[in-house]
């Protein structure tokens, strides 16, 4: 009986940090932030912590469209090649055009957030209709995507209008735009989730994607605009970064589709669908960010950026597996099972 009571507690736990993990990003933020305000006096300063939101608000952007493709039990690697796609052909035509001042600005955010979604929804027709992995689809146009923009700009650069930089360096009030775009688009993609039937479905699908066909929902049109989605959410985080920089460049969006899944899945999205956390995202975002950033002021090596984002993702994956508290229990077991045949012998 007590081992069963055992078993029932360490699962309560289980369940509590899986429940809570948003809180426990936000925990590991101020622990971290505490230690590297030790290490380097200068991490506390105002403007590193405010470049530090700015920072996180394009991973923190896509990795909002991303819980919704990962909660569909779905993946997509080629949101850096739909960014930097995006922005190529928007900035480009909108040169083309030779218009000027805000009407320049407004050319681009509207072809790249229009593109984005296009994009994205070419990734969720070919999984969906063609039937094929959606890692392997992802890979491949992440490839195609970012293929395409190199030849369309010929590996150069482009200097976009100045109108076109304010979503990456305007301030609104006082208040950097990047950062109310994040927590705008963190804002409705929780709505989303929690308040409309698309979010509800988009879960069970994640649950069980038999289930969801066998319950008559449209599980087709939700995974088809998952994708779509985060091609959006790419597309106006690129839009941030090309403001940030002043330029669109070829090293836009490499790699950082790493660092988008690795933060959504360290703010508590299970890789295998089922349940989601817009905020937890958002967080993960922030706490990678915070990490290269303190790693950046300690000048510590350039390789170890990728030591730290591989260990926090294998950290997370194995905090959503619990084997942790799963080896402990079957300690547990295994103990109460060898004290009780050493007993028996005993007797």
């Given amino acids: 009986m007590a081992m069963v009571e055992r078993k029932n507690f360490l699962q309560s736990i289980l369940n509590s940090i899986r429940g809570a993990r948003w809180l426990i990003v936000l925990g590991g933020i101020f622990l971290l932030g505490l230690a590297f305000s030790l290490l380097s006096p200068g991490f506390l300063q105002f403007r590193n912590l405010q470049n530090i939101i700015v920072q996180a608000s394009v991973t923190g952007i896509m ?13 997509d690697i080629s949101v850096g090649g739909i960014l930097y796609l995006t922005l190529v052909l928007a900035t480009g035509l909108a040169l083309k055009m030779e218009t000027g001042g805000i009407v320049a600005g407004t050319i681009i955010y509207l072809i790249a957030i229009l593109l984005g979604t ?29 293929g395409l923009a190199i030849h369309i700009n010929k ?21 950097p735009v990047p950062l109310l775009l994040a927590i705008l688009v963190t ?63 070829t090293d836009m969006g490499i790699g950082i589709e790493f660092t988008v899944i690795t933060a959504v899945v360290l ?4 890789l295998s669908g089922g349940r989601a956390s817009i905020l937890g995202s958002l967080l993960g975002a922030i706490l990678l960010v915070m990490i290269d950033n303190g790693l950046n002021l300690m000048h510590a090596s350039a390789f170890i950026y990728d030591i730290v984002r591989g260990s926090v ?26 004290v009780s045949n050493h007993r028996k012998i005993s007797t």
């Avoid at 999984?127 to 890979?139: A, H, K």
């Avoid at 799963?326 to 099972?337: D, G, P, Q």
């Fill in 118 to 146: 296009i994009l994205g929804l070419v990734n969720g027709l070919l999984i969906n209709f063609v039937g094929i992995n959606p890692l392997v689809v992802t890979l491949a146009t992440l490839s195609v995507y970012r």
């Fill in 267 to 270: 703010g508590g999205t299970l």
């Fill in 187 to 249: 804002f409705i993609g929780a709505l989303i989730l929690s308040q409309t039937r698309f979010g509800r479905y988009a879960l069970a699908i994640g649950a069980s994607s038999t289930s969801a066909y066998q319950s008559g929902l449209p599980v087709r049109p939700v995974l088809i605009a998952v994708y779509a989605i985060a091609g959006l959410c790419a597309g106006l985080a690129g839009l941030i970064l090309m403001g940030r920089v002043g330029a669109v460049q």
């Fill in 313 to 338: 993702l294998i950290g997370a994956v194995l905090i959503d597996r619990a084997s942790a508290l799963e080896l402990f229990r079957n300690w547990f077991s295994l103990r109460n099972l060898t």
């Fill in 63 to 75: 990795a909002v469209g991303m819980t919704f493709v990962i909660m569909t039990a779905g993946i």
């Fill in 155 to 175: 590996a150069g650069i482009t200097i976009p209008p100045e109108s076109a930089r304010f979503l990456g360096i305007g301030k609104i009030l006082g208040v």
